[in-house]
């Protein structure tokens, strides 16, 4: 059993910065591919970013790119976030799966609780 849990969030101006982490127990988590989703109010939820179990290949939504950098060390798995803008305010959750595929389709297997990100204008 693998569970994700995030930490990092809170609330900061816009073009400022944050940094998510997610941490999970169990040693596959090392071995596991890792996104981040964020679902604002009212909207479904949407990927933001993905890493593959190297760290070798990543991936990011278009509305983040240049401004979202995903990382890996170890057991746990970075989201720097800078240039916030309002509509980056969202709860961000972290998700694990073997399949790199699964993880960017937004259907992992495991998936933490979320970490709210509210960026003010």
């Known amino acids: 059993q693998v569970e994700p849990v995030e930490s990092g969030g809170g609330l900061v101006e816009t073009g400022g910065s944050l940094k998510l982490s997610c941490t999970a127990s169990?040693?596959?988590?090392?071995?596991?591919?890792v996104g981040w989703f964020r679902q604002a109010p009212g909207k479904e939820r949407e990927f933001v970013a993905g890493?593959?179990?190297?760290?070798?290949m990543t991936t990011y939504a278009d509305s983040v790119k240049g401004r979202f950098t995903i990382s890996r060390d170890g057991t746990t798995v970075y989201l720097q976030m800078d240039s916030l803008k309002p509509e980056d305010t969202a709860v961000y959750f972290c998700?694990?799966?073997?399949?790199?595929?699964?993880?960017?389709?937004?259907?992992?297997?495991?998936w933490g609780q979320g970490a709210q990100v509210t960026v003010s204008s």
């Open positions: 998700c694990t799966d073997s399949s790199f595929r699964a993880v960017v389709a937004g259907t992992a297997e495991y």
């Open positions: 169990g040693r596959t988590f090392s071995r596991f591919a």
């Open positions: 890493i593959m179990t190297t760290g070798a």
